[in-house]
């Protein structure tokens, strides 16, 4: 059985740790670096990437995620999770830094411009069963971030399709994965929608 | 086309959810917010004054100064919250308008309307409100609150009301998820809460929406005390910048609500933080002084 971590220093672990339970999956809250040992995947939540940020550095977990990210171990972070794990952010603060992309925080503006909308991910096909074929999977953006750039180690899994409410921003690279680091701006743990955590689980076991 | 949905109901409980876990403090000015963003803080709610000082200071308190909250949201990227008096919806078209993450309709301010509070449904913003008991925590969310906070007693640096109003609220949803499906209608009828979240908080166990605890947290084992009493977060509000040293203090009220059931690393975040705000006994402050009991 795979047993899965999830950052729990702030933001929305338990939703991540719910859904992965509802799946049959071991869950971790991580905390200390200790609670490390014994995972085979971990999950950076959503949350306050610069309170996040800030608690990995006084607890010690910044250096051990990161070694364990260079040497190959899945990890998989949505929105908060996405600009921790990115390379830059244009904003000093503490970052893990090991995918090779470059994020925009808040890119979108502010709570109200906060939205919701349907998303084409290819990947999620593997996953899919039965009515889920076909279903574009929501997607939630909460004062989200974006991937700028994409850099060539990098793929794009998801992009913003065309709105005009959204233009400037249409096309926008919204989730990516380099090997088997996974990055989010959106929030499947809030949507009940269990296919990326599949998509995710299957990436960490391959 | 696709299909945007913006100020969604998900929306808005999603910023709340992902505030947990956190602290969210209170500031007025742009160097308090700095602070607070540094130390930690998931979220700040801007005003002009803090509630120990309103309280000091008597008269009416209404929304602060639309550019003062502009420009603490100039300063830092975490989300910025502000307070409107209960009921005055225009107070809340304003802070909307400048585009505040987080409405507080608060009974730290003095009320607009003795009857109503705003119809929030019809805001894009999602707003925060306070609350002593489980009816009251529902008649909220049903006008429209995507977050709940219990309100303790403001202003004090005492932890009591806090303790009282967030037992109050859980042991009355421990109490309903064990009556029989039938007893749910009288319930909520002797509650004065809508029928239909009474029977989700039921199947739930909890709230459907993220409740932090309020008024009076002080110090690092007071956040701990409300999160393991089973809050999602706290608002510390005079609490940090009445202190002797708000920068330390509120970094370590930051770790206490991470590691808020891990004692040891508690006693090592509460050592040398010097002097914490001084604390009023609620027993000397006149029921008419009280601010928990302003909303209906």
Same mark, same amino acid.
């Given at each position: 059985m795979t047993r899965c971590g999830v950052l729990a220093l702030q933001g929305a672990f338990i939703e991540h740790v719910q859904l992965l339970s509802a799946l049959g999956v071991d869950t971790v809250q991580v905390r200390r670096p200790d609670q490390l040992s014994g995972l085979d995947a971990l999950i950076i939540p959503g949350g306050e990437s610069t309170s996040v940020g800030k608690l990995a550095v006084a607890y010690g977990l910044v250096e051990p995620i990161r070694r364990m990210a260079q040497e190959g171990f899945p990890i998989w972070g949505t929105c908060a999770g996405m600009i921790l794990l990115a390379r830059d952010v244009g904003f000093g603060q503490p970052l893990l830094g090991v995918m090779d992309i470059v994020v925009r925080r808040n890119a979108f503006g502010r709570q109200v411009d906060s939205f919701e909308v349907g998303l084409d991910i290819p990947v999620l096909r593997t996953v899919s069963t039965g009515a889920e074929c076909g279903r574009p999977f929501p997607g939630l953006f909460i004062r989200a971030p974006l991937v700028e750039r994409l850099g060539p180690a990098a793929e794009a899994l998801a992009r913003l399709p065309d709105d005009v409410r959204i233009a400037g921003q249409a096309g926008a690279v919204v989730a990516a994965r380099q090997g088997k680091l996974v990055a989010t701006a959106f929030h499947p743990e809030l949507t009940g929608d269990s296919r990326f955590h599949r998509y995710f689980l299957a990436v960490a076991g391959s | 086309m696709a299909e945007v949905e913006t100020g969604g109901w998900k929306i808005k409980t999603g910023l709340a959810q992902m505030l947990k876990g956190g602290v969210i403090m209170d500031v007025v000015t742009p160097e308090h917010a700095? #602070? $607070?963003?540094?130390?930690?803080?998931?979220? *700040?709610? $801007?005003?002009?004054?803090?509630?120990? !000082?309103?309280?000091?200071? /008597?008269?009416?308190?209404?929304?602060?100064? %639309?550019?003062?909250?502009?420009?603490?949201?100039d300063t830092v990227t975490i989300p910025v919250m502000a307070k409107c008096r209960i009921g005055?919806?225009?107070?809340?078209?304003?802070?909307?308008?400048?585009?505040? !993450?987080? #409405?507080?309709?608060?009974? *730290?301010? =003095? %009320? +607009? !309307?003795?009857?109503?509070?705003? !119809?929030?449904?019809?805001?894009? *913003? %999602?707003?925060?409100?306070?609350?002593?008991?489980? /009816?009251?925590?529902l008649r909220r #969310?049903?006008?429209? +609150?995507?977050? #709940?906070? =219990?309100?303790?007693? +403001?202003? =004090? /640096?005492?932890?009591?009301?806090? *303790?009282?109003? $967030?037992?109050?609220?859980?042991?009355?949803?421990?109490?309903?998820?064990?009556?029989? %499906?039938?007893?749910l209608m009288a319930t909520a009828k002797e509650m004065g809460a809508p029928y239909e979240l009474v029977v989700q908080v039921a199947q739930l166990g909890r709230l459907p929406v993220v409740n932090f605890a309020a008024g009076g947290i002080a110090t690092p084992a007071d956040a701990a005390l409300m999160m393991q009493l089973g809050v999602d977060g706290v608002f510390v509000g005079s609490g940090i910048f009445k202190s002797s040293d708000p920068a330390r203090r509120a970094e370590a009220i930051v770790k206490a609500t991470t590691h808020f059931a891990d004692p040891k690393i508690l006693a090592d975040v509460s050592k040398g933080l010097g002097e914490a705000m001084a604390g009023l006994e609620i027993r000397v402050i006149p029921e008419e002084e009280r601010l928990a009991g302003r909303g209906w």
């Open positions: - | 700095k #602070i $607070a963003e540094q130390a930690g803080a998931c979220a *700040v709610m $801007a005003l002009e004054r803090v509630p120990a !000082d309103i309280r000091a200071q /008597g008269g009416v308190a209404r929304m602060s100064d %639309p550019e003062l909250i502009q420009r603490i949201m005055h919806f225009v107070e809340a078209q304003i802070l909307e308008s400048i585009g505040v !993450d987080y #409405i507080d309709e608060s009974e *730290v301010l =003095t %009320p +607009a !309307d003795e009857e109503h509070h705003i !119809d929030k449904h019809t805001f894009r *913003v %999602p707003f925060v409100c306070g609350c002593r008991n489980l /009816g009251e925590a #969310i049903g006008e429209g +609150a995507a977050m #709940i906070r =219990t309100k303790g007693e +403001a202003g =004090t /640096g005492n932890v009591v009301e806090a *303790v009282r109003h $967030a037992r109050t609220v859980l042991g009355a949803i421990r109490r309903l998820q064990s009556m029989a %499906p039938e007893e």
